[in-house]
């Protein structure tokens, strides 16, 4: 008799509570779900030299690395090797999709040059609002990755990198539709959450430290009417 699969759902549940195990390592909790994911999903990955392995779970599940974006932060990275490496000014992100979407078209930023113009003969006119993106955010018409310590103070949320909820819900909005679910298996201090919230999606989320998940909660709390 045929092996009844266990439903994804199941399995994700399951993989949440691994993510509380102290042996606990980047791509353990997130990696058995990825290769659940449907064509024509996306994952936004933050990255940098320790998540390395974490690409090669990528790319065995399915998925192709398609750009990596880089995003200015909100301030100047102050962790690290301070006296023996680069200050960190910007955020990576490897962009890969399963199969192909494209991308929504939004009202997320006007075009500099005026709706119509013809940039090249035999191509559409330009819309109003940019319809792509470049792969370098940077100058005060894009979202910072992150918060400054200005804004950390004044809100009383402290971590090393605690992500900007409108640079985020930027791209839940490029690349999903309302009523989709947005999963971050790295949730930290729940920015993911209220983004996808926000902007009418669901979301599913998992967190190592129980500190963070609290402050999460607090800020879901918030926006849910306590």
């Given at each position: 008799?045929?092996?009844?699969?266990?439903?994804?759902?199941?399995?994700?549940?399951?993989?949440?509570?691994?993510?509380?195990?102290?042996?606990?390592?980047?791509?353990?909790?997130?990696?058995?779900?990825?290769?659940?994911?449907?064509?024509?999903?996306?994952?936004?990955?933050?990255?940098?030299t320790c998540h390395s392995e974490f690409v090669l779970h990528l790319q065995e599940a399915g998925f192709q690395i398609k750009n990596c974006l880089v995003i200015e932060k909100g301030t100047l990275g102050g962790i690290g090797d301070l006296k023996g490496s680069f200050a960190s000014s910007a955020?990576?992100?490897?962009?890969?999709?399963?199969?192909?979407?494209?991308?929504?078209?939004?009202?997320?930023?006007?075009?500099?040059?005026?709706?119509?113009?013809?940039?090249?003969?035999?191509?559409?006119?330009?819309?109003?609002?940019?319809?792509?993106?470049?792969?370098?955010?940077?100058?005060?018409?894009?979202?910072?990755?992150?918060?400054?310590?200005?804004?950390?103070?004044?809100?009383?949320?402290?971590?090393?990198?605690?992500?900007?909820?409108?640079?985020?819900?930027?791209?839940?909005?490029?690349?999903?539709?309302?009523?989709?679910?947005?999963?971050?298996?790295?949730?930290?201090?729940?920015?993911?959450?209220?983004?996808?919230?926000?902007?009418?999606?669901?979301?599913?989320?998992?967190?190592?430290?129980?500190?963070?998940?609290?402050?999460?909660?607090?800020?879901?709390?918030?926006?849910?009417?306590?």
């Amino acid at each position: 008799r045929k092996r009844k699969e266990e439903p994804v759902s199941s399995k994700l549940s399951r993989m949440f509570l691994n993510c509380s195990d102290e042996k606990y390592t980047p791509g353990y909790g997130v990696a058995p779900i990825i290769k659940y994911l449907p064509e024509g999903k996306i994952i936004w990955c933050p990255f940098d030299t320790c998540h390395s392995e974490f690409v090669l779970h990528l790319q065995e599940a399915g998925f192709q690395i398609k750009n990596c974006l880089v995003i200015e932060k909100g301030t100047l990275g102050g962790i690290g090797d301070l006296k023996g490496s680069f200050a960190s000014s910007a955020e990576w992100l490897i962009f890969c999709q399963k199969g192909r979407r494209p991308f929504n078209a939004t009202t997320l930023l006007e075009n500099r040059k005026k709706e119509g113009t013809q940039f090249h003969k035999g191509r559409d006119p330009s819309k109003r609002y940019k319809t792509r993106f470049p792969d370098c955010w940077f100058g005060s018409e894009y979202p910072k990755s992150t918060y400054n310590s200005t804004w950390q103070k004044k809100h009383q949320i402290f971590h090393p990198t605690v992500k900007n909820v409108e640079c985020l819900s930027w791209l839940i909005q490029i690349s999903s539709n309302p009523g989709e679910w947005v999963f971050d298996g790295f949730s930290g201090t729940g920015s993911t959450a209220l983004a996808a919230l926000e902007t009418g999606r669901c979301f599913l989320g998992a967190e190592i430290s129980p500190a963070y998940w609290q402050i999460g909660q607090d800020r879901l709390s918030k926006i849910q009417g306590g």
